[in-house]
């Protein structure tokens, strides 16, 4: 099976450093786990937008996925009371 490609929003990097070092390594992880799988378990879809979300400790991780091009596009990540805004 073909691996997904990953693209990030400028904004992403903004993102990832306000974090906890350990807090980023998880969310590195998790992010190169979705090249094979970008609808793995814990994922779910966001029923107002075409994103998917991913909760990572007290982080969550927004996502799209665009199956016909192979990408899945990072978007947004950070804490839970701030990512949806």
């Given at each position: 099976m073909?691996?997904?490609?990953?693209r990030?929003k400028?904004?992403v990097?903004?993102?990832?450093?306000?974090?906890?070092p350990?807090e980023?390594r998880?969310?590195?992880?998790?992010i190169?786990a979705?090249?094979?799988?970008p609808?793995?378990?814990?994922a779910?879809?966001?029923?107002i937008?075409?994103r998917?979300?991913v909760?990572?400790g007290?982080?969550?991780?927004?996502?799209?996925?665009l199956d016909?091009?192979?990408?899945?596009?990072?978007?947004?990540?950070?804490?839970l009371?701030?990512?949806?805004r």
């Open positions: 073909a691996r997904y490609e990953l990030f400028p904004s990097l903004n993102d990832l450093r306000g974090l906890p350990a980023v998880r969310i590195l992880a998790r190169d979705l090249r094979d799988e609808r793995a378990q814990g779910e879809k966001l029923w937008q075409d998917y979300r909760r990572i007290n982080c969550r991780m927004l996502y799209i996925v016909t091009e192979r990408v899945v596009e990072i978007v947004k990540i950070g804490h009371r701030e990512v949806y």
